[in-house]
T-cell receptor, first 116, second 116 residues
Framework: AQKITQTQPGMFVQEKEAVTLDCTYDTSDQSYGLFWYKQPSSGEMIFLIYQGSYDEQNATEGRYSLNFQKARKSANLVISASQLGDSAMYFCAMREPRGNTDKLIFGTGTRLQVFP | DAMVIQNPRYQVTQFGKPVTLSCSQTLNHNVMYWYQQKSSQAPKLLFHYYDKDFNNEADTPDNFQSRRPNTSFCFLDIRSPGLGDAAMYLC???????????????FGAGTRLSVL
């Protein structure tokens, strides 16, 4: 079974600095997908970025990039130029096949706090 | 504009009194999911629909039921809520294509359920 591990319960970063949120995963599948979601205090889960196991390049979406190291089974999220609005919980997730569809397996999350 | 809409945002019910949570989507996605997220925990899948096919997770209590009368709507019914069912309930949707590929799940803002 797939497993996602996020070892940083909380992180602090100063505004305008970059921050890396760690995520490691475990799977025996060759084809898999990794996701990062942001959850502000309001509760909504906001999709940030996706990395497929066969993607040759690291995914980027605006200020978000994913440092994908397949051999190490890590998929760290890098947020550049942090903003106060980036303060939230961040979840790393992996797709697990479920019948004819799939489900997401989430890590325990990292709470990021951005200070001025 | 919100594409996955959950109503209500906050729901208070009494111990043992049935409650229904609602989710609607304007994305025309064929898969709809219900997740339960307890305080400071990761979301946990309860069940999902692929079109009209219902897929229940093995560890989802019988107390939780779901209905999907059409593509746009999905309901979560809790027949006899207990104190342990107080949580955030998140609805998500995705489009299942020939291959799972990206298959991003898009979430609503959630319904926070309190049980008195």
């Amino acid at each position: 079974a797939q497993k996602i591990t996020q070892t940083q319960p909380g992180m602090f970063v100063q505004e305008k600095e970059a921050v890396t949120l760690d995520c490691t995963y475990d799977t025996s599948d060759q084809s898999y997908g990794l996701f990062w979601y942001k959850q502000p205090s309001s509760g909504e889960m906001i999709f940030l970025i996706y990395q497929g196991s066969y993607d040759e390049q690291n995914a980027t979406e605006g200020r978000y990039s994913l440092n994908f190291q397949k051999a190490r089974k890590s998929a760290n999220l890098v947020i550049s130029a942090s903003q106060l609005g980036d303060s939230a919980m961040y979840f790393c997730a992996m797709r697990e096949p479920r019948g004819n569809t799939d489900k997401l397996i989430f890590g325990t999350g990292t709470r990021l706090q951005v200070f001025p | 504009d919100a594409m996955v809409i959950q109503n209500p945002r906050y729901q208070v019910t009494q111990f043992g009194k049935p409650v229904t949570l609602s989710c609607s989507q304007t994305l025309n996605h064929n898969v709809m999911y219900w997740y339960q997220q307890k305080s400071s925990q990761a979301p946990k899948l309860l069940f999902h629909y692929y079109d009209k096919d219902f897929n229940n997770e093995a560890d989802t209590p019988d107390n939780f039921q779901s209905r999907r009368p059409n593509t746009s709507f999905c309901f979560l019914d809790i027949r006899s809520p207990g104190l342990g069912d107080a949580a955030m309930y998140l609805c998500a949707t995705s489009r299942r294509t020939g291959t799972l590929a990206k298959n991003i799940q898009y979430f609503g803002a959630g319904t926070r359920l309190s049980v008195l």
